[in-house]
């Protein structure tokens, strides 16, 4: 079973920047992709930034030129760095991996999700 941990949410002010972490832990055999995705109160969740095995990204749009995602391959990790932080970027934060858990078996694993709001 493969495991994610997510930290580095809390209360930040507006305009400041976070960095959120990702640690994946069981029987990864490959990874497909890693993402963020959110959800505000009331709101569906959403796709914030997403990398591929092949370190392509994808960022929404509300977030394009303020959010950078990286990969820790050696550690299974993934982090997303975001600048300038808005009232509206205040969400649940998810971590998201697509991978394989043998050569044939693959799924989407999430985490538990780390609040930031933004707030002066």
């Known amino acids: 079973q493969i495991q994610l941990v997510e930290s580095g949410g809390g209360l930040v002010q507006p305009g400041e920047s976070v960095t959120l972490s990702c640690a994946a832990s069981?029987?990864?055999?490959?990874?497909?992709?890693s993402g963020w995705y959110r959800q505000a109160p009331g709101k569906e969740r959403e796709l914030v930034a997403q990398?591929?095995?092949?370190?392509?990204?994808n960022y929404a749009d509300s977030v394009k030129g303020r959010a950078t995602i990286s990969r820790d391959n050696a550690n299974n990790a993934v982090y997303l760095r975001m600048n300038s932080l808005k009232p509206d970027d205040t969400a649940v934060y998810y971590c998201?991996?697509?991978?394989?858990?043998?050569?044939?078996?693959?799924?989407?694993?999430w985490g538990q999700g780390t609040q930031v709001t933004v707030a002066s």
């Open positions: 998201n991996l697509r991978a394989y858990s043998d050569y044939r078996n693959w799924g989407d694993y």
């Open positions: 069981g029987a990864i055999f490959r990874i497909v992709a």
């Open positions: 990398i591929t095995a092949g370190h392509s990204t």
